[in-house]
């Protein structure tokens, strides 16, 4: 079992940052952000490998999403920047134990964070 609890979140403006956070009882092979946009699906917006390094974005968001995670803190980050109201969603952290070929699908994690709001006004 992981447990991943969420902090950040808010409202901003367009051209803005803001930073997510997700606190994890422990890091696991793959960690990445999915958002949820009303009437809309979940999307992956980033992911990242414990063992490689490697990180993955969606093209909606390269360039202007950063993914970290601090190995001492068992924290996974998401460094939001230019913010844009398209971003507007709810957003999750998310885990998975296992070793995926696919890490922006929601389909291959097992454990989810709460969800925190993003709300980016023009």
């Known amino acids: 079992q992981v447990q991943l609890l969420q902090s950040g979140g808010g409202s901003v403006q367009a051209g803005e940052s803001l930073t997510l956070s997700c606190a994890a009882s422990?890091?696991?092979?793959?960690m990445s952000w999915f958002r949820q946009a009303p009437g809309k699906e979940r999307e992956g917006v980033a992911a990242?490998?414990?063992?490689?390094?490697?990180?993955y974005y969606a093209d909606s968001v390269k360039d202007r999403f950063t993914i970290s995670q601090d190995n001492a803190k068992n924290t996974l980050d998401l460094q939001m920047n230019s913010l844009k109201p398209e971003d507007t969603a709810m957003y999750y952290c998310?885990?998975?134990?296992?070793?995926?070929?696919?890490?922006?699908?929601?389909?291959?994690?097992?454990?989810w964070g709460q969800g925190a709001q993003v709300t980016v006004s023009s």
């Open positions: 998310a885990a998975t134990e296992h070793y995926i070929s696919s890490p922006l699908a929601e389909n291959k994690y097992d454990y």
């Open positions: 990242i490998s414990q063992s490689s390094g490697n990180r």
């Open positions: 422990k890091l696991t092979p793959f």
